[in-house]
Nanobody
Framework: QVQLVESGGGLVQPGGSLRLSCAASGFTFRRYTMSWYRQVPGKERELVATIISAGGSTNYADSVKGRFTISRDNAKSTVYLQMNSLKPEDTAVYYC?????????WGQGTQVTVSS
């Protein structure tokens, strides 16, 4: 059974940091491109960051470049999102995504709220 379990969300003040984790199971993690998306009510889900299956090449939304860092540990089947210098507009539900040429999997999401 495929599972993507996000953790690490919460309430943080502007300028603060959070580290999200997504633990994967039920598929060959190292073969999948892993991404983080986010969504706020009434808006489409937005791609935040991606890390490919081999080599670790990454890509970021312009809105988070220089502040967020995506990384993966294939031995632990886990992908991370380090979020620094958080802004109120980063408030959203953050979702973990795993994609191959054949399959796409989603986690249940974790809430991140940036507020003073």
């Amino acid at each position: 059974q495929v599972q993507l379990v996000e953790s690490g969300g919460g309430l943080v003040q502007p300028g603060g940091s959070l580290r999200l984790s997504c633990a994967a199971s039920g598929f060959t993690f190292r073969r999948y491109t892993m991404s983080w998306y986010r969504q706020v009510p009434g808006k489409e889900r937005e791609l935040v960051a991606t890390i490919i299956s081999a080599g670790g090449s990454t890509n970021y939304a312009d809105s988070v470049k220089g502040r967020f860092t995506i990384s993966r540990d294939n031995a632990k089947s886990t992908v991370y999102l380090q979020m620094n210098s958080l802004k109120p507009e980063d408030t959203a539900v953050y979702y973990c995504n795993a994609a191959s040429w054949v399959h796409v999997y989603w986690g249940q999401g974790t809430q991140v709220t940036v507020s003073s």
